[in-house]
């Protein structure tokens, strides 16, 4: 990747006013030089996507990043929508379809479970990464690279201090995207991206 990167952050809270954990990580990103933030519901609230608005925007960013509460061991009903319109065959994917190649992917998701139910023994039985199975392969049919993702876990215990370490974590990730203090490697055999900001920190 170049040294400079374009981050669109494709947020999707369909109860932002009871946000608190999204609320704060968007809050922490707002405003940053080549960062943009999408707000599909508040920009969609009738599910209508612009689709060659949404194209236009995938296309002049280089780190796409699908930011959300887990609902449902996935995405609110919006992303899958999103997915579905704007990752066009012959535009996204297909013998023909090249405008997302090389770019970078990730997704960035707070769950109400702590990390330990998210085991093969823990009461949700699959990690946070195999429940994100479909982003990461639609990623890569895509031709872009799917990054480990940035994971805030247990929402219902989490505390204020953690939840703005969390926020703090997530800004030095997304400008350390946007500055190219990354490259492919560091995010080889880590399981959440915030491996990278929290041994560096
Ligand atoms: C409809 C719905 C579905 C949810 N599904 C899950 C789930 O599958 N796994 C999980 O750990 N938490 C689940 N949660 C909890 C949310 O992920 C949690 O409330 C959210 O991450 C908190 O972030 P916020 O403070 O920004 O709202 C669900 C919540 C709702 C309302």
Redesign the pocket.
């Known amino acids: 990747m170049t040294d400079e990167m374009k981050i669109l952050i494709l947020f999707a ?4 006013h ?8 968007l809050d922490a990103v707002r405003g940053l030089e080549n960062v943009t933030i999408n707000e599909l519901y508040e920009n969609y609230p009738d599910f209508f996507i612009d689709v060659e608005k949404e194209k236009k925007l995938l296309q002049e960013h280089d780190v796409i990043v699908w930011h ?7 995405a ?1 009903a919006i992303i899958k929508e999103w997915m579905d319109l704007v990752l066009q065959h012959g535009f996204a994917y297909g013998r023909n379809g090249f405008a997302l190649q090389g770019k970078w992917a990730m997704s960035a ?5 702590r990390q330990e ?2 085991t093969a023994t823990g009461a ?1 039985h699959f990690s946070v990464n195999q ?1 994100l199975a479909p982003f990461n392969q639609s990623a890569t049919l895509c031709r872009m690279r799917y990054l480990p993702p940035f994971v ?2 247990g ?2 215990t989490i505390t204020q201090a953690e939840i703005e370490r969390q926020a703090a974590h997530y800004r030095e990730l997304i400008t350390g995207l946007r500055d190219g203090k990354y490259t492919e490697k560091d995010f080889e055999n880590i399981e959440y991206s915030n491996h990278l900001t929290l041994t560096n920190a």
């Open positions: 809270h369909p109860a932002f009871k946000s608190i954990i999204n609320r704060a990580l959300h509460p887990f609902y449902w061991y996935s609110p998701v707070s769950t109400g479970g139910v998210y949700n429940f805030t876990h929402a219902h």
